[in-house]
């Protein structure tokens, strides 16, 4: 059938050439909503697995930390150890269905898979870093003064407290 042919009829059956064309848009529109997208936005991202993990975390921080320590003109040599209070914390999508039943609710929760290429996989909602319990730096021959800046820095930079931080030479 020609596209001619399906207008006139779609123009019959609305009446108006007009009428026939907003039809065709919402289809065009439902189609182009069915048709999957190559990026995916973080809200609907599905977590493959392939994260970093508690320890590859907190590397990354320690280096980081000194990279920016060793800028205060005052220090020539330093190492960072953090130490964390726990791990990454994952929170899946669920479906809860809650019963009553003599006067009792119970619930049940199942998690939300989602089909993909690997097969099924949990749906990810939040992911939580892990936090830090506290930070040590050791560094060669700074000052009081130095060591303060330190300690503000690190307080800054991790958001924690200055008795969670240790600062030696």
């Not at 205060?72 to 039943?101: M, W």
Request: charged share 25%; with cysteine.
């Amino acid at each position: 059938m020609k596209v001619e042919q399906w207008l006139e009829k779609l123009k019959k059956l609305f009446g108006t050439k007009g009428g026939a064309f907003i039809i065709i848009g919402l289809i065009a529109g439902l189609a182009l909503l069915l048709i999957p997208s190559e990026t995916e936005t973080p809200e609907t991202a599905e977590y493959t697995g392939e994260g970093i993990t508690s320890v590859e975390y907190c590397n990354e921080l320690e280096q980081k930390a000194e990279e920016l320590i060793l800028r205060l003109p005052e220090v020539k040599n330093c190492s960072v150890f953090i130490t964390l209070e726990s791990g990454f914390r994952y929170i899946y999508a669920t479906d809860q269905h809650v019963r009553e039943e003599s006067g009792s609710k119970q619930t049940d929760k199942t998690i939300v898979l989602a089909d993909n290429t690997d097969g099924e996989t949990a749906i990810l909602v939040e992911e939580t870093m892990p936090k830090i319990a506290g930070v040590a730096v050791v560094c060669e021959g700074a000052s009081y003064e130095t060591q303060r800046r330190i300690i503000d820095l690190i307080c800054a930079l991790f958001d924690i407290k200055s008795n969670r931080i240790s600062v030696q030479t």
